[in-house]
């Protein structure tokens, strides 16, 4: 019933200048690689990028950075990354930095259809300029309106052919909100199964808000190993 | 004046002292960097569940090597394992837990603290801007909101003062301040001094201190 | 004049016209009652799938006797089955689906449609109030919103109306009304006549409907 | 770590006259009804019942109504029940009417700190007399507040010791938002588990949001049976 593509280059080719894309993952975790490697090779610019962080300076979103392709960035935490800085201070790119609980929430209510809605983070804070407050039982709180993006690019550890996804651990992040918010949602998954082969009460992401998928193997980086020594 | 103990013991001791603010039964969120370091101290008699904003309800112990999945990290973006009894959820739900108070505590790090509550610790004008992060939607979500820091900064100057001079995290939201001279509260009359960490004095206390504290009862009686 | 059809075959005749605005690949809500028979008529060719703002998208066939589970309804309360590559989801995440636009067709019963596309379907004054279910919600998600019921009342009075009388269940949310006599579609113009159904006139639908109709260019082309 | 009760009775008794409670279900399914049952018994008066429907005349929340435990109603839908209607011409019953959606979304928001948020639903109807109105991109929309409740009751098929839960089927429709917005959540459950027993991807309820639980069997009853004939 969905779009399958058989290559990432496929997956993306929809993508074009100026689009508004918003990335699933947290750090280097749950992001969509393959699909993000596809961008950059497509050499599509003007990129609004929606997304957490913006990966590091030679993997994830990180990639797009390097060959400027992005023009704005709106994300919670882009510290992993010097080209990042660069580009800042140098004016090339502009950058939205929003809480992180509130760009998740922002996110999930462009997909739900609520255009804006009260939120207590940054209250007294920089954020807060140009932002209303109003005080609801005597608390502050800012003005948030919803996100949507034109693509939504997200990685999931099974798919079916209906577009229901599940989610691997902390790999899910952002990416259920996410995958609601964009009007037009692929997804990068590590299983494509059959119809039938989830069970209906585990699915993270109904199929509803999938339109096309791509299967892949994932290099999966690691950030920060951090073990415990064997006693 | 105490002795000079080296960075990591001053982190330890004041890592040690934070986690007497934890009761069995919490749920607690544990910020990036000295924070985290608390759970290597949770006494083991204590209940505890750790929320990663990320999205885990129970984070476990480091992952021996064989362990390690890298779809598995904390928002410090250290591979974890999850605990016994833990739970995965998306970050919009993970922060509806943390905006809608049904944490019990959180413990960040911080670079100011003011007599107010108010809480500086994300931005140093001039310097990049690495982002936010979680920090200003905890702080107005946990229960009690404990920041944990050095009393003084490198130069020497108190980081406890009368208003922050650096961007906020968040508008009068400190319930306690520990550092490695003191532990101090957020209380409607202003900061109370209610605990001397070992090694200094009240008068070492106030001194290092830019914002007005009252002495606790407690202490006071305690030095007569 | 049309025959008097008894009144399960006129809700047949609907249904069926109706089940034409469904295109394969589509996800759809079917209201309880007469919408709800929609579902017996979706070709075998159409890949559809149903959603039920209880929290299930993909709703299946009734269940044989020895299928039924308490646990498993649709928004009309009866039993059903789950299609294969269904998935279940809370409330708040249903309509979510619903007010995000995702569904692309609504087909709902209507007690009143009026020339600018406000509906009635809820709410009689004077009798008991039942509740709007989550009709207000779904007239304002389905990117298209069809409303099915009979061309006048019980008394001969026109159902489609300059102004809506009843209490609305949406403000311009209809863009297509289909009748036992008529298809007729919400323009910004007003009322577009574009299909009259077998057994009646472009005369005697005009007749039998208060607000303005534009007969369509396809249906005068057709009457020439 | 949670409070596990062992009677309906006892998960029941800390809820007085007056208190405000929100109960899970829609229709007949996914109730809590054993906890509706020591309701009943308890006696407790003066309730203030947030719930998609009110039960039907001899079941679910139809029981505290008919035993006249309820002051007000706030729900979308109230048809299946006759002593209902005659408390409520009687003015012995208050209702609020909220559409279904928006109340999902609304207790949803109670639960995760939004005082409140902009819907369609309801703009240029009844239910939005002495609600601000707020255009955005064009489009109207209504405040709407987040809702909050004294106690919750949910009903679950699986529940853990640490709270955790997982529903099934359309059974877990209000649930899981009913369960975050509890100042107090118990939790029925048919079956409850150890500790480690859940797969921690598919929990639907993470238990931070659930005090106690309670294990029982349900009767279940069935509201509309409709059944296809064998061929």
């Known amino acids: ?231 | 004046m105490a002795a000079n103990l080296d960075k990591a013991t001053v982190r330890e001791k004041i890592a040690k002292r934070a986690e007497q603010e934890i009761e069995s039964g919490y749920y607690v969120n544990l910020g990036i960097g000295m924070p985290t370091m608390v759970a290597n101290y949770i006494q083991d008699d204590k209940q505890v569940v750790l929320q990663s904003e990320n999205g885990l309800l129970g984070i476990g112990r480091s992952p021996y090597e064989s362990e390690v999945d890298p779809d598995l990290i904390n928002a410090g973006k250290e591979t974890v394992t999850a605990s016994k009894g833990a739970a995965y959820c998306s970050s919009a739900e993970s922060f509806a837990m943390v905006r809608g108070e049904h944490l019990d505590l959180a413990i960040l790090g911080g670079m100011e603290g003011a007599q107010n509550g108010d809480l500086a610790n994300w931005m140093i004008p001039g310097k990049m801007i690495k982002g936010m992060g979680g920090a200003m939607d905890i702080v107005h979500g946990a229960k009690k909101v404990v920041i944990i820091m050095d009393h003084v900064n490198k130069h020497g100057d108190p980081k406890i003062l009368k208003e922050c001079r650096l961007p906020l995290t968040g508008q009068g939201v400190v319930d306690r301040i520990i550092t490695d001279r003191a532990v101090i509260d957020v209380e409607p009359k202003g900061l109370v001094l209610v605990d001397v960490l070992e090694g200094w004095t009240v008068e070492e206390v106030v001194e290092s201190t830019e914002a007005e504290l009252v002495v606790s009862d407690r202490l006071l009686q305690q030095s007569n």
């Open chain 1, 1 to 231: 019933m969905k779009t399958i593509y058989s290559t990432f280059q496929e997956a993306v080719k929809d993508i074009k200048d100026h689009s508004t894309i918003m990335v699933g993952g947290f750090g280097l975790v749950g992001i969509p690689e393959n699909l993000i490697l596809a961008l950059v090779e497509s050499e599509v610019k003007h990129l609004t990028v929606i997304s957490n962080n913006c990966g590091v300076d030679d993997w994830g979103l990180g990639l797009l950075l390097k060959n400027k392709q992005i023009d704005k960035m709106i994300g919670s935490y882009v510290g992993e990354n010097k080209e990042f800085e660069r580009q800042v201070l140098a004016g090339e790119l502009e950058v939205e930095l929003t809480p992180q609980g509130t760009l998740a929430e922002r996110i999930r209510a462009g997909g739900a259809g609520i255009p804006a809605f009260y939120s207590p983070a940054g209250v007294g804070t920089p954020i807060a300029e140009g932002k209303e407050v109003r005080t609801f039982n005597g608390k502050d709180y800012l003005l948030q309106t919803g996100l949507k993006a034109d693509f939504s690019l997200v990685r999931a550890e099974y798919g079916d052919h209906a577009g229901n996804l599940i989610y691997n651990k902390t790999a899910r992040n952002f990416n259920p909100e996410i995958a609601t918010a964009g009007e037009v949602t692929i997804a990068e998954v590590e299983n494509l199964v059959d119809i039938g082969e989830m069970d209906p009460d585990r699915i993270h992401t109904p199929g509803i808000y999938v339109q096309g998928l791509v299967e892949g193997n994932q290099e999966k980086r690691i950030e920060r190993l951090t073990i415990k020594k064997q006693a």
